[in-house]
């Protein structure tokens, strides 16, 4: 946990039902307020996480996110609202001015950032633990490999359609997001909340499972946290727990077996380049192959798409997105890295 410090006492009696509660208690609130938590993405889930930790005391909240709010995230982001859409605010900072109303004792540390293998280890310096509140696995992945590298705690969770997964991952302790998948789903192979939709009920669900993990692992009370994946389908009313506590012995995690980091080391993951004088900047992913075929068929209602063997050309909005079999896009419509991260992230998956 952070070292004490100077930060104003809270006052204890707004927590008074929490406090009640015998395995958290007032020693276990005061934890609470001495820790500092990173939510790693303010959409869906981040909104939510950041929403329940602000509330439930916890000392200080950092958000990072890369994105604007928009009128299509209302239906699940439960932070922002349509005046958010109208004043075009980044959703770190529209997150911050309503959590600081909710509770002014936390300090919330709002920062628009595109997390990446250059500025994680700074976005995490200090932090006690990390949830999930991103929408691709390129991020969780790098995540991961900082957790494990500096043994921090974080609680992996995504949602889609109307299922949802999450797990904790204790470094040294439990399996990591690589023992349970070995790989990052490579470009355009996974669908997307903007390719198969997302009902709003289901991050609920989800981001609750990964806030009480954030307690438990932030309050001290580590014997509480779950050794489970825990898959929940809102839609057939079915919740699945996955016993994984034998995952880490069982497979040859390169993560924690061998201490590699490839995605720390920015040896994985997407590359960017700002094409100069085209408004347009270009992702690559190395080593990628990607589906024209079954990208087309995922696209399908989400905008003008064209495709002939050598590339897909996706229109939407005022975007052109040119993708091609290595997996490589051409995004037209910005100069913007972090915005054609984000639109990359929404139509292709990654
Ligand atoms: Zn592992």
Known sequence: ???PDPHPPQDLDRYVRQIRYPPLGAEGQARLAQSRVLVCGCGALGSMLANTLVRAGVGRVRIVDRDFVELGNLQRQFLFDEQDVADQLPKAIAAALKLRKMNSAVEVEPIVADVGHRNVEQLCDGVDAIVDGTDNFETRFLVNDLAVKRSIPWVYGGCLGAEGQTMTILPGETPCLRCLMQECPPPGTMPTCDTAGILGPIVGVI????????IKILSGRRQAISRHLTVVELW????RQVNVASLREQVDCPTCKRHEF?????RQGSQTAVL???????LSHP???VSLEHLARQLEGVGEVRRNPFLLRLKVDQYELTVFPDGRAIVGGTHDVATARTLYAKYIGH
């Open 207 to 214: 981001a609750s499972i990964e806030a009480i993990e954030a």
């Open 287 to 289: 080593g990628a192959s």
């Open 262 to 266: 490839p995605w720390l080391d920015g």
């Open 276 to 282: 100069c004088g085209r408004n347009a900047v270009q």
């Open 236 to 239: 057939d009313a079915c919740i």
């Open 1 to 3: 946990m952070s070292a």
